[in-house]
């Protein structure tokens, strides 16, 4: 987690309110970092670094994450599922193949960055949620295997799109 990012969203009724109202987030990469730059409603704005993945996972618990229960681990799957949707419509050709390879890469390879525009912004939208927020390594696994069952499972009834379109109904 980040402090200084997070004392600034608090601001804002963070927790509580996961997406302060009004409050407009943009990702920008200079000289290999990746930055937050935030804007608030009364104009304020900050830019903040965020760390790699790696440096910000939680201390894995004892035991292993069996079920993701969607309340408690909302944040972490809307992180995922809003970067697949921002994905989408800049891209209007995305297809539920396509989500199903980058989320099984990033099972694979969760930390490993530069393979590919969606990926990237999945990854950032955890870099900032981790900064946000404690989660486990172990977690944010068991989150991204959450949306791949999702996207299989709306694949399967819904088409090539079947869970693009879906998912866009509710981020």
Known sequence: MDPDIRSWFERFGFPKDPVPPGLTMTFVRREGTLFARLHSPDGDEIERPLRPLADLFAADAPEPVLEVDPDRYLSLLQSIEIAIVEFD???PGATDAKVLRV??????????????????RIQDRLRLELSLRDWTRAEVLA????VRKSVKLHRSSGGERGYLDFIRGYV
Do not use: F, V, W, Y
């Open 103 to 120: 989320l099984d890469g990033l099972i694979e390879r969760l930390e490993e960055e530069a393979l590919g525009p969606m990926r990237t």
């Open 143 to 146: 989150c991204l295997n959450k």
């Open 89 to 91: 419509s800049e891209h």
